[in-house]
């Protein structure tokens, strides 16, 4: 079990950049995959990056080239860094741990796109 907080969140010109947090409440060395996942409103929960024990990375198609998704297991915190800000990039961006096939979700965080 693990709970899951983010920040980082806020209001950003496009163009503009922004760097999420998410901080585990237990040691994510040995987590198979935590990820970050975008949900716009009337839209479905989507994945944007995920990032494996090994440090393996994976994107979504709209997020090559702009995002990259990190962590750090001496502070048990995951990082997205976000480039190149899009207006449709706007949603709720959650974090997301998976441990023995159980789905664990963090509260979310505010990301706006807009001029």
């Known amino acids: 079990q693990v709970q899951l907080v983010e920040s980082g969140g806020g209001l950003v010109q496009p163009g503009g950049s922004l760097r999420l947090s998410c901080v585990a409440s237990?040691?994510?060395?040995?987590?198979?995959?935590l990820g970050w996942y975008r949900q716009a409103p009337g839209t479905q929960r989507e994945l944007v990056a995920s990032?494996?024990?090994?440090?393996?990375?994976d994107y979504a198609d709209s997020a090559k080239g702009r995002f990259t998704i990190s962590k750090d297991n001496a502070k048990n915190t995951v990082y997205l860094q976000m480039n190149s800000l899009k207006p449709e990039d706007t949603g709720v961006y959650y974090c997301?741990?998976?441990?023995?096939?159980?789905?664990?979700w963090g509260q979310g965080t505010q990301v706006t796109v807009s001029s």
């Open positions: 997301n741990a998976i441990i023995s096939y159980v789905n664990y």
């Open positions: 237990r040691n994510i060395f040995s987590i198979r995959t």
């Open positions: 990032i494996s024990s090994g440090s393996s990375t």
